[in-house]
């Protein structure tokens, strides 16, 4: 079905449809969240995304996000994603499949959801959760790397 018949359909159904404009994706984000230091331990969230795209509609993401002291429990995922008006989905797999994040882009920054059970949830560490803002501090393709080795991703 072409755009215009659907956009035709959508305006007799009364239904606004106008699809966002094109936000490139590709890039480095740090989430917004508070933490302070209290002598050598960071108590607080910390974390990051770095964001390459493959395609218009295809996305390579690398995020790493670090709950602080006193565990320091972290998560860590590596995926390609679809990327569809300016949003990226990540499912969990078979071990669980309660998880799925969503990644809404906005020209500034990503807003990042993460829906299941907050204790194991995306297998990521105990209590770790990465909901929140990510600032989008460089829009220039990032090197991929792992966050816990530093390891480059090809």
Excluded at 106 to 128: E, L, R
Excluded at 143 to 148: I, N, S
Aim: contains cysteine; positive net charge; glycine residues 10%.
């Amino acid at each position: 079905m072409n755009k215009l018949l659907i956009f035709v359909l959508l305006f007799l159904a009364g239904i606004d449809y106008c699809p966002a404009a094109y936000i490139s994706p590709t890039g480095t984000y740090k989430l917004i969240s508070k933490s302070k230091k209290v002598d050598e331990d960071t108590y607080g969230r910390w974390g990051d995304i770095h964001i390459k795209a493959l395609s218009k509609n295809k996305i390579v993401i690398v995020l790493g996000v670090n709950m602080g002291a006193p565990g320091y429990n972290s998560g860590t995922l590596i995926d390609t994603l679809a990327y569809l008006d300016n949003k990226a989905v990540f499912k969990g797999n078979e071990w669980d499949r309660s998880c799925r994040i969503t990644f809404r882009f906005k020209s500034n920054g990503i807003s990042v959801t993460q829906h299941t059970d907050i204790n194991w949830g995306c297998a990521f560490g105990q209590g770790v959760y990465i909901d929140g803002f990510y600032k989008k501090i460089n829009g220039k393709v990032p090197v991929l790397r792992h966050p816990l080795t530093g390891k480059i991703i090809k």
